[in-house]
């Protein structure tokens, strides 16, 4: 107990810490030391408690509920106050009807109900905190070394290290919150504390843009944050329920799919799904560490993290059905949108929203094997995607640019980080890794489900997302004989973390199958009942590590070959006008002109002005549609 | 077994001509001549073919052109000079910018003449550098394993 | 015995694909009214192609021609010995990228377009060969081939509609005009000759055996359509990819090559439309 108690406070002591040293030196210390000591308190908390899982009631609870209320109040007033100076009076109206509505319940209804534990530590939120602490501790230790470069190359950017430091960490220890609160008023005191901090680093920089994505990520969220608390109002006026766990164990009757839906939608503005997606992309204007850290083990993943949990509600019933389909449109629209981006943050947002859009229709669908992939894919999608924000961090700071068509010169600049990018992107959808084993269970399960729909929907954005990952891979090798230039070296405090990052996507895939023994399997079995099978057998799963670690061997096996074999080097084929050195050509009127090679965009396809829009606004009418239909059957009732 | 006599593949180059020749290349492809009978494919890229098909004579503009396309051919590699213009710089022999025949910039192996010279005349001189492609892969080997043993 | 068989597979799926391929040729030739070249030339070329000096632009881009076709034969493994037909597809497009990346490695123009081109290509087959592959399973309620050929009803009855759709893409993965936009084989010059242009001797040779592997893989696709418990309809499922394969010739010679922009759409409209009609009919009845 008292360890779960710490790993959610030893965070938020250390934010403390980070905010009041104004030494740049000791507060890098500080970090790197906070960081590793959350993670390892988050590994020991997993297997001092992974065996029997454990739930239990803080002592004083009241005290707890009274200091959240507090916090809650001023947040509020924050809200409101910045809300106004900034005239954006959406976000005033939200946090003036959440606040008060929370407060008034809490204050009134709350303690009547329920004797529910207020923590559950389950094998569920054992895999959530390890992703957390051990990804998101990893981001902390990156961002010390970031945030060095990222001042000298943006001069005109105060600098606010120890604000941004701190609100990392109680980022985390809203986290832990979040995945161990069994209580919905704890939840949503974690949740709307990450709507905060998500608000504060997206606007670091404090320029208009930032600011404005700011705001934007905040007034998102927040309408979110209001149908949670709508909900959980619902929850305890009408059935007096103040717990998940008695939540989860309702039967779906159209009463209960009116939180249901409240809460899915709060989950889908958080994951950013469609109609909500904007925010997510707006946040790209954060330092690296933020995005990396919003789009991989924390923030988004809180709102898949809600469906998940949500599953056994969902299933068949009208709710889950509309969360299913949302989920299908975004994964199926973003990764076709995905085509058309050439910066590389911007198709690493839109590839973290289609793969939240097919955890969330994983998760929605409410099959043990669908749940199975849910789970898995949040686990690789963590991993993988941290690695490659990181790595697109480290390499907007190599070259200076972090548009794709610029990556062909970075295998020249430093090939330790064209290798730790080529790792990431093989993990987001190559054979033998971690993100395509759950997309292959994602198929059999929608498949065994008789979702015809979302499978063709899960075919056609699996290849597009073969199409944009390959031609960046592309990009990266295309200059991989030359020889390197410079000695351009990246701090120790980048590199350690993308290594250990790019380590885990790989071991990631060797491991799944303890992972979904030991970690999953128990959980499916609990939350349906009767013993669960792996969706994928035993013999695939060997093939799938054979073809990995043929990946693995095969470049070392050509060493030799390449030794023996030395050939004529000719230069390449330009109709016979190369310049010579290939890059450039005689051109007509005996001009020599550049050769530039461009990767395909297809922008009047896939572009976002085509798609964007249509994709928003057909999410948006399913969403309407099956809120109007709910509230109708309510109604007859 | 030496297979490159069974399977020439074909870079055509045309330089300065009427593109006479050119025409009566490309008549060797259709049905009436069918040169895919012996193998032969017109391939377009210097990096697959086995033989240079030179039509036209040979300018100041076009000879890095040529000799690029040559040093990007793989060994063994024969070059035909088709026509009087690849071989002598024909009519245009006398133009201020005209070199002269194809062998002014490249090892010429067969010259097929006529003008324009005639299918059967451009058959004839692809299976005469097979003969010549084929000695060379010859020599090519022998000197190959001639190293190899001096190195042991 | 299965090391034996996994050796009987690597080496007779070549010989047989480079038969079908010189058949191909000679029908071709005798469509357009010429006599053609023998049924071995793709062996010649091959073997030429072999004693051949290899001359590359950089030391890189052979490197993943070879993994390229590790992953090709890999596959064919998994098919011919009845394995997962899921798995197969995947292991397909690993080795299918790995020929791009080899483009893209490259790095010269020709190469490029033929790279991108290529991809287009994948994107345009690769929902049709899921949807195959998930229809076979759906009928089927197995991903194993072994367990697909000894049902009682061929899947052909069940998938008609999945099955036309997928004679549709197999004109893009078997090259064929008028979707053979990354590149064509034999004769044709399209973009020079798309990802293969810096490749020469034993390289291009692998590539030409790639495709021997992949073409012998797309009928066995075709073959599982068929097959049964019954051995009467091995005879049928071999006769059907005959006929497939006649049908791929005849509309490489009678068309004429399509912008990507159509070859895109027409695919996935084909796949859209007939895959999911299918699919959505099955789940009707189950």
């Not at chain 1, 939840?187 to 998500?198: A, K, N, P, V, Y």
């Not at chain 1, 504060?200 to 944050?225: C, E, H, S, V």
Request: a positive charge; one cysteine or more; proline letters at 3%.
């Amino acid at each position: 107990m008292s360890w779960i108690a710490a790993l959610i406070l030893f965070p938020a002591l250390a934010s403390v810490l980070l905010f009041v040293i104004r030494k740049d030196r000791l507060r890098n210390a500080v970090c790197w030391g906070s960081s590793l000591i959350t993670a390892a308190l988050s590994v020991w908390v997993t297997y001092r408690y992974f065996g029997m899982g454990v739930s239990f009631s803080f002592p004083g609870e009241g005290a707890i509920d009274s200091f959240m209320m507090a916090v809650e109040v001023l947040a509020a007033a924050y809200i409101i106050f910045v809300g106004i100076k900034n005239k954006k009076y959406l976000i005033c109206l939200f946090a003036a009807i959440q606040t008060p509505l929370m407060l008034w319940f809490e204050l009134t209804r709350a303690h009547e109900s329920g004797a529910a534990a207020g923590i559950v530590f389950d094998k569920l939120s054992a895999i959530m905190v390890l992703v957390i602490g051990v990804i998101g501790s990893l981001i902390c230790i990156y961002a010390v070394g970031y945030m060095r470069g990222y001042h000298i190359h943006h001069e005109d950017y105060k600098e606010r290290k120890a604000f941004f430091f701190s609100i990392l960490f109680v980022f985390l220890s809203a986290m832990f919150g979040l995945v161990l609160s069994n209580k919905l008023t704890w939840l949503h005191f974690c949740w709307e504390l990450t709507t905060l901090c998500s608000f504060f680093l997206i606007g670091y920089t404090q320029t208009p843009q930032a600011k404005n994505n700011a705001f934007r990520a905040l007034a998102i969220n927040l309408g979110g944050g209001l149908a949670f608390a709508a909900g959980i109002v619902f929850l305890g006026l009408r059935f007096n329920i103040s717990a998940l766990s008695e939540f989860i164990a309702m039967k779906p009757e159209t009463v209960v799919l009116v939180p249901v839906i409240l809460l899915c939608i709060a989950a889908l503005t958080k994951s950013a799904q469609l109609p909500f997606s904007s925010w997510l992309l707006g946040a790209m204007v954060a330092p690296t560490p933020t995005s990396a850290l919003l789009h991989s083990s924390t923030m988004v993943k809180a709102g898949v993290y809600l469906v998940i949990r949500l599953t056994p509600l969902l299933g068949s019933s009208a709710a889950g059905k509309t969360v299913t389909l949302i989920g299908g449109i975004t994964f199926l629209a973003t990764s076709l949108l995905a085509i058309s981006q050439s910066d590389a943050k911007k198709i690493l947002a839109y590839s973290t929203i289609a793969n939240l859009g097919l955890i969330v229709t994983c998760a929605s669908v409410g099959t043990q094997e669908a749940l199975w992939a849910a789970i898995l894919l949040l686990i690789f999608h963590a991993i993988s995607k941290s690695l490659l924000f990181l790595a697109v961090g480290s390499i907007e700071h190599q070259i200076g640019s972090r548009n794709v068509e610029d990556m062909d010169i970075l295998m020249r600049v430093s090939r330790k980080l064209s290798i730790y990018m080529l790792i990431g992107i093989a993990g987001m959808f190559l054979a033998p890794f971690g993100m395509l084993i759950s997309k292959w269970a994602a198929m059999k399960a929608f498949i065994d489900s008789d979702n015809i729909l979302i499978i063709i929907m899960l075919v056609y954005g699996s290849s597009a997302t073969l199409f944009y990952w390959t031609k960046w891979m592309g990009k990266l090798i295309s200059n991989a004989n030359r020889k390197a230039e410079g000695h351009h070296t990246f701090h120790i405090t980048e590199e350690v973390p993308i290594f250990v990052q790019a380590a885990l996507t790989v071991a990631a895939c060797f491991c799944f199958p303890v992972v979904s023994r030991y970690a999953i399997m128990p959980y499916l079995s609990g939350l349906f009942g009767g013993s669960a099978a792996m969706p994928i057998g035993t013999n695939d799963v060997n093939i799938m590590l054979i073809m990995l670690s043929m990946l693995l061997l095969l470049p070392l096996g050509f060493f030799s070959i390449y030794k023996n074999d030395h050939r004529r080097i000719v230069p390449v084929y330009m109709g016979g006008e190369n310049a010579g050195d290939n890059k450039a050509f005689n051109g007509a009127l005996g001009k020599t002109r550049k050769l530039e090679l461009r990767n395909w965009y297809m922008e009047k396809y896939f572009g976002s002005a085509k798609l964007t829009y249509w994709s928003d606004t057909l999410c948006a009418a399913i969403l309407c549609v099956s809120v109007i239909m709910l509230v109708l059957g309510v109604m007859g009732l | 077994m030496n297979f490159i006599k069974k399977s020439p593949w074909i870079l055509h180059y045309d330089g300065s001509s009427c593109n006479g020749c050119d025409i009566e290349v490309l008549a060797c492809l259709t049905p009436l001549y069918d040169v895919e009978r012996f193998g032969v494919i017109n391939t377009g890229n210097p990096k697959h073919a086995d033989i240079l098909l030179i039509t036209g004579s040979v300018n100041e503009q076009n000879i890095p052109v040529v000799k690029q396309l040559y040093e990007q051919m793989a060994e063994p590699r024969v070059v035909v000079a088709v026509g009087i213009c690849a071989a002598t710089g024909g009519i245009f022999s006398e133009c201020y910018n005209v070199v002269g025949g194809a062998d002014k910039v490249l090892p010429v192996d067969v010259y097929v003449p006529g003008c324009a010279a005639r299918p059967e005349a451009v058959i004839d001189g692809v299976m005469r550098a097979l003969a010549i492609l084929e000695e060379k892969q010859k020599t090519a080997r022998c000197k190959k394993g001639t190293q190899e043993g001096a190195g042991v | 015995m299965i090391a034996l068989e996994i050796l009987a597979i690597i080496i007779l799926t070549p010989l047989v694909g480079g038969l079908l391929t010189g058949a191909d040729r000679v029908i071709s030739a005798r469509m357009q009214g010429r006599k053609g070249p023998p049924v071995l030339q793709p062996f010649y070329d091959v073997f030429k192609l072999f004693q051949k000096e290899s001359i590359e632009v950089n030391t890189m881009h052979r490197f993943y021609v070879y993994i390229s076709i590790i992953f090709v034969i890999f596959t064919v493994i998994i098919v011919l010995l009845g394995g997962d037909v899921l798995l197969a597809v995947f292991a397909l497009t690993l080795g299918s990228i790995f020929f791009v990346l080899g483009g893209y490695a490259s790095n010269s123009p020709y190469s490029l377009i033929g790279s991108e081109r290529e991809l287009l290509q994948m994107m345009s087959y690769e929902p049709m060969l899921l949807l195959a592959s998930l229809g076979l399973y759906y009928v089927n309620n197995s991903f194993y081939i072994k367990d697909i050929i000894s049902g009682d009803t061929p899947a052909i009855l069940f998938l008609p509609g999945i099955f036309a759709g997928f004679v549709f893409i197999l004109t893009f993965k078997l090259r064929k005009s008028p979707v053979d936009l990354s590149m064509s084989h034999h004769g044709h010059q399209e973009i020079v000759k798309g990802i293969t242009t810096e490749y020469s001797g034993k390289d291009l040779a692998i590539i030409e055996i790639t495709h021997w592997y992949e073409t012998v893989l797309v009928l066995a696709f075709v073959y599982i359509f068929f097959a049964v418990k019954d051995p009467v309809s091995h005879v049928w499922a071999v006769l059907a990819c005959v006929v497939v394969y006649f049908l791929e010739i005849l509309v490489d010679n009678g068309s004429a090559r399509v912008k990507w922009q159509l070859a895109l759409k027409s695919s996935w409209i084909v796949t859209g439309i007939v895959g999911a009609v299918n699919l959505v009919v099955i789940s009707l009845f189950r």
